[in-house]
Nanobody, 123 residues
Framework: QVQLVESGGGLVQAGGSLRLSCAAS????????MAWFRQAPGKEREFVAG????????YYADSVKGRFTISRDNAKNTVSLQMNSLKPEDTAVYYC????????????????WGQGTQVTVSS
């Protein structure tokens, strides 16, 4: 019903910026809460940022507050994550996720996932 495809990952030096995009398809996209998660080698998948279906509510992990911004454009079926002041500890595979019921910090609250895009921050 919903397919998600991430793009925009890459290699960047510490202090730099990247913008990740998630392209969604599906007739009910606008009714889904959306989120970004990340997973580094040897670590559990962790919540990064979430946004309600209307865009009126956003939520960020403490580790990225003030540096990352999540946004969505329902008319274009896209969700973005602007990442500024990147740190080596931000290195991970970043995943886009969709939830029918709301924003959750746990991965099992989401119904659909993208394939992930690699972000590597060098020091």
């Amino acid at each position: 019903q919903v397919q998600l495809v991430e793009s925009g990952g890459g290699l960047v030096q510490a202090g730099g910026s990247l913008r990740l995009s998630c392209a969604a398809s599906g007739h009910t996209f606008s009714s889904y809460a959306m989120a970004w998660f990340r997973q580094a080698p040897g670590k559990e998948r962790e919540f990064v940022a979430g946004i309600s279906w209307s865009g009126g509510n956003t939520y960020y992990a403490d580790s990225v507050k003030g540096r990352f911004t999540i946004s969505r454009d329902n008319a274009k079926n896209t969700v973005s994550l602007q990442m500024n002041s990147l740190k080596p500890e931000d290195t991970a595979v970043y995943y886009c996720a969709a939830s029918r019921s709301g924003i959750y910090v746990k991965p099992d609250g989401y119904d659909y996932w993208g394939q992930g895009t690699q972000v590597t921050v060098s020091s």
